[in-house]
């Protein structure tokens, strides 16, 4: 089984295999951390986006990590928050899944988060947490480490709580 670790940082700096995005489902950039992923990896980034066809919400899709660190984004599409009852957790929990299963494709040992849909799509951060780390615990083996980056303090706090559970 993986070892999860959260941390406060920066995706974009992260020294690990894959690092994944909070993209939209035109996989064409965005704000938040998916803006600040194609400004660190450059923008040959948008143009391999462009040959995906973009990506359902739940689904998880790779390319290069061209200027970054990492070797690879995995680019995934999380649920706008409507307040529960339209299918959210199913579709963060399938995010992660997806995410976890495109970097075993990809022979991905490590991979960084952020926390999906926890920005401009309103998920609830204490929410998400608990949903997330069980995630990468059920679905993270054959890899060695994911890690989840956070911004905020609010955000932070929400995941080192689910992570210590
Ligand atoms: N490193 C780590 N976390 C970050 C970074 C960063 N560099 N920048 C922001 N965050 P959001 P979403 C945090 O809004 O809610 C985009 O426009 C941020 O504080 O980026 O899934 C896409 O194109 C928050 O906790 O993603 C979509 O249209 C978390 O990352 C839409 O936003 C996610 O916030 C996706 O919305």
Redesign the pocket.
Known sequence: MASVEVARG???AQRVDAIVN???ESLL????????IHRAAGPELLSECRLLGGCETGDAKATSGYRLPARWVIHTV?PVWGGGGRGERGLLDSCHRRSLDVARELGARSVAF????????G?PAALAAPLAVAAARAHGHDLELVRF????DE?YAAFAAAASG
């Open positions: 920066d995706i974009t909070a993209a939209n950039g965005g704000g938040g951390v998916d803006g600040a999380g952020p926390a999906i849909s926890c920005g401009v799509y998920y980056v956070l911004f905020g955000t």
